[in-house]
């Protein structure tokens, strides 16, 4: 089972999906900000695993690519895309 957890988010675009609407239900903290360790956490949740998963990296990128997610220079904190734009329904 657990091999089939992590082939669902083998797929680049889904597993940014994912990581967004993590982020979009994930409590925000000054300004918009959503600490970057609480997504992960869920997301490797998701994995039933350990930490180093390359789904997250990569999801992560694709989201920043496309700007869905948009990344602090520190790396420690996200914020979502701009208002009003859907991209969780495909």
């Not at 600490?35 to 997250?56: C, D, T």
């Not at 790396?75 to 495909?90: F, N």
């Amino acid at each position: 089972m657990k091999l089939t957890d992590q082939l669902a988010f083998a797929d680049p675009e889904t597993a940014a999906r994912k990581l967004v609407e993590i982020a979009a239900a994930t409590p925000a903290v000054q300004d918009g900000r959503i600490y970057i360790e609480r997504i992960n956490a869920q997301f490797v949740s998701l994995l039933k695993g350990s930490r180093g998963h390359p789904e997250f990296g990569d999801g992560l990128r694709y989201a920043i690519e496309r700007g869905w997610l948009w990344m602090h220079e520190s790396g420690t904190y996200l914020k979502l895309m701009p208002p009003g734009q859907d991209l969780l329904s495909s």
